[in-house]
């Protein structure tokens, strides 16, 4: 049964850096796109960053743009953000989800993907 495991999240100092990780168990990644969303506190969840089955596309929410890199390890079936200068407003749980889709394509919507993680925590405290 496919399913996506994140790890990486914890509490990070504003202005520190963060990896994230996400692995895939039961399928081979190299057949899905994929994305991480967020959700804050109170917030809706949103889509920071999307890439391709490829990894030839990627796409980023503007609040991350520059800071934030998404990428992909399919020998490792593993996706990735790096994340850098975080700020406060970056806290939230960090979820990957995977859409069964090849190609250039890659959305930050929520409603184009199907398999999600369960979810790891970033807090970025001053």
């Known amino acids: 049964q496919f399913r996506l495991v994140e790890s990486g999240g914890g509490l990070v100092q504003v202005g520190g850096s963060a990896r994230l990780s996400c692995t895939a168990f039961?399928?081979?990644?190299?057949?899905?796109?994929l994305a991480w969303f967020r959700q804050a506190p109170g917030k809706e969840r949103e889509g920071v960053a999307c890439?391709?089955?490829?990894?030839?596309?990627?796409k980023y929410a503007d609040s991350v743009k520059g800071r934030f890199t998404i990428d992909r390890d399919d020998t490792m079936n593993t996706m990735y953000l790096q994340m850098v200068d975080l700020r406060p407003d970056d806290t939230g749980v960090y979820y990957c989800?995977?859409?069964?889709?090849?190609?250039?394509?890659?959305?930050?919507?929520?409603?184009?993907?199907?398999?999600w993680g369960q979810g790891t925590q970033v807090t970025v405290s001053s």
């Open positions: 890439i391709s089955s490829s990894g030839g596309n990627t």
């Open positions: 039961g399928s081979p990644l190299s057949s899905w796109r």
């Open positions: 989800a995977a859409a069964p889709l090849q190609g250039a394509y890659c959305s930050r919507q929520q409603t184009e993907h199907e398999k």
